[in-house]
């Protein structure tokens, strides 16, 4: 069974850094791709940062050149580092683990994130 579980998130200043984690179990996490989206409140969830198994990363426009998203295979655990947060960066931090064959995400129980001004 594929449990996902985040941690790191909390509150923090404007100008200020974060660092969430996602562990993963139950899978051979090095095979997949990871990553991170958010829900902001009242708003959908939204994509954020995403690692693919050969460590390529792609980013939403709103994080590029303040997020850096990696994974440590060995720890199966995938980090997102924020930095430069901005109150528009508060919401629930979602971790998800995509399988292709069968298509399945797999999904955190979520952090959330606050940034104040």
């Known amino acids: 069974q594929v449990h996902l579980v985040d941690s790191g998130g909390g509150l923090v200043q404007a100008g200020g850094s974060l660092r969430l984690s996602c562990a993963a179990s139950?899978?051979?996490?090095?095979?997949?791709?990871m990553g991170w989206f958010r829900q902001a409140p009242g708003k959908e969830r939204e994509f954020a940062a995403a690692?693919?198994?050969?460590?390529?990363?792609n980013y939403a426009d709103s994080v590029k050149g303040r997020f850096a998203i990696s994974r440590d295979n060995a720890k199966n655990t995938v980090i997102l580092q924020m930095s430069s947060l901005k109150p528009e960066d508060t919401a629930v931090y979602y971790c998800?683990?995509?399988?292709?064959?069968?298509?399945?995400?797999?999904w955190g129980q979520g952090t959330q994130v606050t940034v104040s001004s």
């Open positions: 139950g899978i051979p996490f090095s095979f997949y791709a």
């Open positions: 690692i693919t198994s050969s460590a390529s990363t």
């Open positions: 998800y683990l995509a399988t292709n064959s069968p298509l399945r995400v797999y």
